[in-house]
């Protein structure tokens, strides 16, 4: 796959929905072995480090087929949950209590009034965002002040040397379960060039920062291939 698909916002966003729309049926069992298994663990540390105060609206970015969606309304079981994605094909798998709503669209142009979501997570959303320095200031826009946006996603090293050493692990090991799954290895191989493109772990703590949402904790896994992040408005 060529890596113009990243020119312009658009052409990512046209590329993911193309490209999710085939992954759909198998995204949650890709979402598993890519992480070796540890997937629901990083979501749950990404719960457990949540305000414990009773939100009254959470918007969850990218939700795919809705899983860390539904751990959030079990666990805030009195506030609305929206789940929000940009591929109707991954809506359509999606399943929870009454309390979730699902909708189709897009986390740049964010459908929400200003201020009205005590907290915004996105598991895997940032480093898919046609636009980043937009999504994060729609994410924001509609953030109350003092609320919690927290995300799960790669993390990009600031070296070049272990940024090349990623992007080869990663490249790899997408490679492989692409031709295993779907016969055409450069399925999961988006990833590594996604990340490729991506801000390295300190400018993204900087840009984040830039947009009133300051890191308050973090966490890397997996030999820092992967992050969590909990910021707060300011």
């Known amino acids: 796959m060529s890596s113009t698909i990243f020119i312009t916002p658009e052409s990512k966003r046209q590329y993911n929905r193309t490209l999710f729309k085939e ?6 069992l890709i979402a598993r072995v890519l992480s ?4 629901s663990a990083w ?22 087929t809705g899983d860390l969606t539904r751990a959030l309304a079990e666990r805030y079981p009195r506030a609305q949950v929206t789940g929000l994605d940009l591929t109707p ?8 209590p009454e309390q979730i709503i699902w909708k189709e669209g897009d986390m740049c142009k964010l459908q ?12 895997y959303a940032l480093r898919n965002a046609p636009d980043l320095d937009t999504c994060l200031g729609e ?12 995300f799960l996603d790669f993390s990009a090293p600031v070296s070049p040397l272990f940024r090349r050493i990623h992007y080869g692990l990663l490249w790899g090991w997408g490679a492989f379960w692409g031709l295993c799954l779907h016969g055409k290895p450069s399925v999961y191989v988006y990833i590594a060039k996604s990340l490729a493109r991506f801000p390295d772990h ?17 966490r890397r896994f997996m030999l820092g291939m992967i992050e969590v992040l909990i910021c707060k408005k300011n």
């Open 23 to 28: 992954v759909a049926p198998r995204y949650d």
């Open 36 to 39: 070796f298994g540890r997937d």
């Open 43 to 64: 979501k749950k540390w990404l719960l457990k480090s949540l305000p414990d105060d009773g939100p009254s609206q959470i918007l969850d970015l990218a939700c795919g």
């Open 89 to 96: 094909e991954m809506l359509e798998l999606t399943h929870g």
């Open 112 to 123: 929400e009034n200003e201020e009205t979501n005590d907290i915004i997570t996105g598991g």
């Open 139 to 150: 994410i924001s826009r509609v953030l109350k002040p003092g609320g919690c946006a927290a």
């Open 202 to 218: 300190q400018q993204l703590h900087r840009q984040l920062e830039n947009h009133q949402l300051p890191v308050v904790n973090s």
